[in-house]
């Protein structure tokens, strides 16, 4: 099993006002054919700008992948312009997106049908009448009741939960390689999250597709990922197998993040401070002022790269490095 996606020092940052924000911080990591990744941390440690730098779907301006290579079946995406005939044969075809608000990302003024049955037109050349069948098809495999009658309906005929299904839906058509999932069931209630957490692991185990799940919660990929990336402030800080990272975490913002999971009969302990601005931050650890287990080492010496600890667990921890040398 080789890998699929291979992302070397990926760097991404946004020109403001108040100076340059480097929301992606030279960040390295790989994923396998039909493995599913997890990427967790908190809200605006560089998740979804990582994966929408990989699909070039970054604003510029501001923004900007200054640096780095992204190398996907060994082709770096990098190489190709934004709206590049070659981007857009991977964009929706070999790599799909599912994002966080559904209402935001379907068009409002279009049938369901029609916005599906674009995708199938455009990568794979079929009539309108082809694509409306595989169409109906893909809505009853992701639990659409009624498709034929469904698929002539508006968004805003639909609850959030049934258009996250479209969107799922809309990813599966092309068949891709990868399917990268934004914090794809944040908005929804405990119920429908489940549900639609359930089907993607079942399409991508069918398909033998891999799954990238950007998430801030460390449950959802405990259960369902095979290898987690911790992020923070733009860092890669911990990165390892679900087994490996539970059973010993080694940096300590991963023992935060799972210490706020919620478990019957313990109290939930929050993780002190806020995340620092990543305008003209320094080299070293940007967990640093949060951290409980600080040394001296941490305030003088830039954040190392992820180190390998043992197996598939890496991690950027200083102090924890020094402790096992």
């Known amino acids: 099993m080789g ?21 992606v911080n030279n960040i390295s990591y790989h994923l396998n054919e039909g493995e599913i990744l997890g990427i967790v941390g908190e809200s605006g440690c560089g998740k979804s700008v990582s994966q929408l730098s990989i699909m070039q779907l970054i604003p510029s301006p501001p923004g900007k992948v200054v640096a780095g290579e992204v190398l996907f079946e060994g082709q770096d995406l990098l190489k190709y312009t934004k709206n590049s005939k070659e981007m857009c044969q991977v964009r929706g075809n070999k790599i799909s997106m599912v994002f966080q608000e559904p209402m935001t990302s ?5 049938t369901i049908n029609k916005q599906m049955s674009e995708v199938l037109i455009e990568h794979k050349g079929v009539s309108k009448r082809e694509a409306r069948e595989v169409c109906i098809d893909m809505l009853g495999q992701v639990g659409v009741a009624d ?3 469904r698929a002539d309906d508006f968004p805003h005929h639909m609850s959030g939960g049934m258009r996250q299904r479209v969107m799922v839906a809309m990813a599966m058509l092309c068949n891709p390689r990868l399917i990268i999932a934004d914090e794809a069931t944040t908005a929804l209630d405990a119920t429908i999250q489940a549900q639609l957490l359930e089907l993607m692991y079942g399409i991508v185990n069918k398909y033998n597709t891999a799954l990238v ?23 890669i800080v911990e990165t390892g197998t679900v087994k490996e990272i539970w059973a010993k975490p080694m940096h300590p913002y991963t023992e ?16 002190k401070g806020m995340p620092p601005s990543l305008i003209g931050k320094p080299d070293t ?6 951290c409980k287990d600080r040394q001296q080492c941490c305030f003088e010496n830039p954040l190392p790269k992820p180190t390998l600890v043992d197996g598939q667990h890496y991690t950027s921890c200083m102090v924890r490095l020094e402790g096992m040398a």
């Open 3 to 23: 890998n699929l996606l291979e992302v070397n020092g990926l760097t991404t940052e946004f020109r403001t006002e108040r100076g340059v924000v480097r929301a």
């Open 256 to 271: 935060g993040l799972l210490k706020c999971v919620p478990r019957l009969g313990e109290k939930l302990v929050a993780i």
């Open 147 to 149: 498709p034929k009658r």
């Open 106 to 110: 379907l068009n409002p003024a279009m």
């Open 213 to 235: 799940m950007v998430t801030h919660n460390l449950g959802v990929v405990a259960r369902y990922a095979n290898r987690i990336n911790v992020m923070y402030a733009g860092r």
């Open 285 to 290: 650890c940007p967990f640093l002022p949060r």
